[in-house]
């Protein structure tokens, strides 16, 4: 089956820990992105690639890393920097380089909770 | 001013209702338009993409108002299925701090709706 995986579903982070959250694409897609969603809140953008080897800052990427050494794969690192990291983090890819036309298409999603 | 404002509901309505969302931006620019669902602790899914002549896919019909910068979501015949987040969404060019353009999605809070039997 084609799509997005992100793993694990659910994360418990303690304070001052670094996490890594997973996101597999097996649909050949050249863009990925990185998104978080807090209750009443729509999506924002944390980070993006376009590109292997490639990756650009969203609107809020302080406290996240990223990297992109293969197409399939676009890994987030939460780290201890991030001071309100509880959220629900979204993956998503789209089939081109990522013009306004393209659509996105989403992973199930990492919720994240930090005790 | 928010870039996507949406009426955030929550809307309840019973089956065989129609129900209707709107959703303004902000960007004069933005190029795309799309209407995602959300069922909840999920991820979003592409619902359809909004066309400046309006568009219909069975009982869901979207319209875009370039001038007024304005997207409409019409859901006849309500069904208990179609209870759901409904994210409005919009797509332009956008520069990152590398000087390079990307599409950039712009999410709307949502609008929550429940169909009650």
């Known amino acids: 089956d084609g799509g997005i995986t992100q793993s694990p579903k659910y994360l418990f982070r303690k304070e001052g820990q670094n996490v890594t959250l997973s996101c597999e694409q097996n649909?050949?897609?050249?863009?990925m992105y990185w998104y978080r969603q807090d209750p009443g809140q729509g999506l924002r953008l944390i980070y993006y690639?376009?590109?292997?080897?490639?990756?650009q800052k969203g609107d809020i990427a302080e406290g996240y890393s990223v990297s992109r050494e293969k197409k399939e794969s676009f890994p987030l690192t939460v780290t201890s920097a991030q001071k309100n990291p509880t959220a629900f983090y979204l993956c998503?890819?789209?089939?081109?380089?990522?013009?306004?036309?393209?659509?996105?298409?989403f992973g199930p999603g990492t919720r994240l909770t930090v005790l | 001013r928010k870039e996507v404002e949406q009426d955030p509901g929550p809307f309840n309505v019973p089956e065989g209702a129609t129900v209707a969302f709107n959703c303004t931006y902000s960007n004069s620019a933005s190029q795309s338009f799309f209407w995602y669902r959300q069922d909840c602790r999920k991820e979003p899914k592409l619902l359809m993409s909004?066309?400046?002549s309006g568009n219909e896919d069975g009982r869901f019909t979207a319209q875009l108002n370039r001038a007024s910068q304005y997207i409409s979501l019409l859901i006849r015949d309500s069904k208990l299925s179609d209870s759901a987040t409904y994210l409005c969404?919009?797509?332009?060019?956008?520069?990152?701090?590398?000087?390079?353009?990307?599409?950039?999605?712009?999410f709307g809070q949502g609008t929550i709706l429940t169909v009650h039997p």
């Open positions: 969404v919009v797509s332009h060019w956008s520069l990152n701090a590398g000087g390079t353009s990307y599409g950039k999605l712009t």
């Open positions: 909004v066309y400046s």
């Open positions: 649909l050949n897609h050249d863009a």
């Open positions: 690639s376009q590109i292997v080897n490639d990756f």
């Open positions: 998503a890819s789209g089939p081109r380089y990522g013009g306004p036309t393209d659509t996105q298409y």
